[in-house]
């Protein structure tokens, strides 16, 4: 009988170290917190929970996203936010983000923008109508108030991809004149237009798409990005520019590039801190 080398074991050995490696970092979910001031929203909404969902693109954690649900129960959110590329264009399935929908609109209520994915795939009508029967709130270019106090107002952008608007910066801007009194939180797909964000005078802004650079490298971050190409300035954390936060969610899911390194799929958990 031939006994195996020590160069065939070790070899061995590290292809399934890597192949633990790229499922952990695939699989594996990360929650990140970030507190946001929000005087304006008043001293009842202090603690306020907001977790974002961005970019889940087919992304299975577990039988119908069942460790990705159980994360966003134990955070005990006050809303969910869902900030587009919940399908992916490459798939025509759309049941893992209806089932997905369905089930987080009974932790709490959940708002969802559209992203560029769901505007390739096609379809993007009846998904809204299915989107909605699944108990979410979808925003196509309009706001809605969170309760009937009118502190918190959320503004949802249709994707460019779409073509709905020409001058979009001056729709933000007006949408957000119409009660600046308001805490005024923005959904929008892309993070590049942060300048637009804080033009409009928009308190806080989240947004995806950028999938955290897709290969992020320690102190320098993101190695490449849709629409802000290699070394992108925009891919996670928290940005401010004059009074406008813009929270950048680095996604769940994956597309044309099917695996992330050093940088885990990440649910955002942002509260608010009025006082």
Known sequence: MKLINKSTIKSALLAFITYIFLVYENKSITVSNYIVKAAKAGRKYNGFKIVQISDLQNASFGKRNKRLIKIIKNIKPDIIVITGDIVDCHKTDVYCALNFAHDISGICPSYYVCGNHEGVLGGYEKLCRDLKKAGLTVLNNESVYFSSDKKIRITGLTDPYFGYIADMGGFLKNQIAKDTNAFNIVLSHRPQFIEMYSNSQSDIVFSGHAHGGQIRLPFIGGLLAPDQ???????????????????????????????????????????????
């Open 229 to 275: 190409g290699i070394f992108p300035k925009y891919t996670s954390g928290v940005h401010k520019i004059g009074k406008t936060q813009l929270v950048i969610s680095r996604g769940l899911g994956n597309s044309v590039f099917p695996q992330r390194i050093f940088n885990r799929p990440e649910v955002v958990c942002v509260k608010l801190k009025t006082d």
